[in-house]
């Protein structure tokens, strides 16, 4: 499959498989759930072409990842099938096996997400989902929130420049950088907070309270097969996870 | 047909005292009117009730009268206003919705909240992009733009509403002196070529000299001084406002301090340069713009 091929895919039916590959990994117990998934996941970013950049986010559940080994591995409740008693600490083959079940799940949440988030402009998909009914306001609030975060990234980065223009010292030990912190969160806040009441004056006097259903200026390309698979991965995600809970799936 | 401010006052939601107090004010369709003033005379708020924004869209209480083409604001709800009056604040990063990807959607943002037609909404971004001279800016990423042409941005996805009156507040308060010169420019060629009435309130006397026709300087919440721009800009009592005379008057007040103030020629000199000067919307300061039809009276 050619890597656009992926790409090309409506945002919707994307955002569906992503929807369905977290419902399996979470609600489908025991290893079969994520490993699956995680299979398709592999399979999908390499015929997408984003397998390397999916690195970071995979990455990025490492602190999540070493807690939940942490926590399920040395204190799960019930256990008793202790791998090496270390003074106090007695880790459990039961709470290991949760542990690694549970991340297996986590990344499987984290790189379907990504994969989503690599092949899919923030726009687009919003856009496409507006279409589909999602209102004016839930659209505005995802949307803002998203481009928010680079501007955030260069208002903290303004204010701790001129922090240190007037003597804050904001570099060297963790500590030192932990003060320089505070100093940053009331100008971030309060700036933040004026910035959203002219935002949204602003936003009123672009018509932005109007009654009328918004135009959507892109129809992005869709086709029955699309509608067809996201129904079906849609309802197999829900049935798949009431057979895991009714106890009809034995699976490993 | 007027942008009508008749005796009106105003104080925010839960304070006890009027910011504005019984402001008289009319912007008819093709003039621009000036207003100045020294910091917390009320300047904004006169923004914020000639829009229509202040009760409707923020609260508080408005005695008196504030009407558009003879509509009361009061009962206007804030689409409403916007489609009949502008408004531009002075920060053009707020201005945008932050939800778009290019200055052209970013521009259809309010004609698609009115539901228009993806026909109209193109045809009214096309139209604003011509008008304004920013066709270029198109396709660019409006987070990535330089002061002057977001501000130039946010104005036009305020004219895509095609408003009769355009009410701006220090629009060009953020800006460095290309882009004062781009958006007045911009500014005083809309006036002169739709008719648009336009209220600015505006700290730099040079750009209300070189685009006003009337001038009103406020003092906590009055109306001190009010009148044809040259006239207003030239009295001396401006300064005792708050407010920095225009260079060619400060000039007049130095010469005739100097003993040359009864010198016609140098005068005539002082005057001649004005007109020559600061150009704005392709004709000389002081000189009346052509009026066309209005936007959407």
């Given at each position: ?252 | ?53 202040a009760p409707a869209s923020i609260g508080g209480r408005l005695d008196g009268s504030v009407s558009i083409d003879g509509i009361e604001t009061k009962g ?215 009026v066309g039809p209005p936007v959407n009276a």
């Amino acid at each position: 499959m050619p890597h656009g091929t992926y790409h090309a895919l409506n945002p919707t039916t994307k955002l569906v498989i992503a929807f369905a590959e977290a419902l399996v990994a979470f609600g489908v117990r025991g290893w079969t759930g994520p490993l699956a998934v995680l299979v398709v996941l592999a399979l999908t970013a390499l015929a997408a072409g984003v397998a390397r950049r999916m690195v970071p986010f995979a990455l990025a559940t490492i602190p999540l990842v070493i807690s939940i080994l942490l926590v399920n591995t040395l204190l799960y409740p019930g256990a008793h099938d202790v791998i090496v008693r270390l003074g106090p600490l007695a880790p459990t083959w039961s709470g290991l096996t949760a542990a690694l079940q549970a991340t297996l799940r986590v990344i499987a949440f984290a790189l379907s997400a990504a994969i989503l988030g690599l092949t899919t402009p923030t726009d687009d998909l919003l856009s496409d989902l507006e279409r589909r009914g999602l209102g004016r306001r839930g659209t505005f609030v995802i949307g803002s929130a998203i481009r928010m975060v680079p501007r955030m990234g260069e208002r903290a980065g303004e204010i701790t420049d001129s922090q240190r223009a007037r003597g804050m010292d904001t570099q060297g030990s963790v500590i030192r950088r932990v003060r320089g912190v505070i100093p940053l969160a009331g100008p971030m806040i309060f700036g933040a907070l004026t910035e959203v009441e002219e935002q949204t004056m602003a936003l009123e006097a672009r018509a932005f309270s109007a009654p009328a259903r918004r135009t959507v200026l892109r129809v992005l390309p869709d086709s029955g097969a699309q509608r067809l698979v996201r129904w079906v991965l849609f309802l197999g995600a829900i049935a798949a996870v009431a057979a895991e809970i009714a106890g009809l799936l034995h699976l490993p | 047909m007027s942008l009508t401010l008749a005796g009106a006052r105003y104080r925010y939601a839960g304070t006890a005292r009027d910011v504005l107090d019984g402001i008289d004010l009319e912007v008819a369709p093709g003039r621009v009117v000036g207003l100045a003033g020294a910091n917390e005379s009320g300047k904004s708020t006169v923004c914020l009730v000639a829009s229509g924004l202040a009760p409707a869209s923020i609260g508080g209480r408005l005695d008196g009268s504030v009407s558009i083409d003879g509509i009361e604001t009061k009962g206007m709800a804030p689409h409403e206003a916007a489609q009949r009056c502008g408004v531009l604040f002075q920060n053009p990063t707020t201005q945008l919705s932050g939800t778009t990807v290019t200055v052209f959607e970013e521009i259809a943002f309010g004609p698609r909240n009115l539901g228009l037609e993806i026909g109209e909404i193109v045809g009214r971004v096309e139209w604003v992009l011509d008008t304004l001279g920013i066709a270029a800016l198109a396709p660019k990423d409006p987070a990535r733009l330089s002061g002057g042409q977001a501000q130039l941005v946010a104005l036009a996805s305020v004219l895509a509403l095609r408003p009769a009156y355009l009410v701006l507040d220090e629009p060009t308060s953020q800006l460095d002196p290309q882009g004062t010169r781009l958006v007045g420019e911009a500014l005083a060629g809309l006036a002169a070529e739709t008719g648009t009435g336009i209220l600015i309130v505006e700290h730099k006397t040079e750009l209300l000299a070189a685009m006003a026709h009337d001038v009103a300087v406020l003092e906590t919440g009055r109306i001190a001084l009010a009148g044809p721009a040259p006239e207003v800009l030239a009295d001396p009592r401006l300064a005792e406002l708050g407010v920095e005379p225009p260079a060619s008057a400060r000039l007049r007040l130095a010469l005739g301090a100097a003993g040359l103030g009864s010198d016609r020629d140098v005068f005539d000199a002082i005057d001649g340069a004005a007109a020559g000067g600061p150009r704005v919307g392709g004709r000389p300061a002081g000189e009346a713009p052509a009026v066309g039809p209005p936007v959407n009276a």
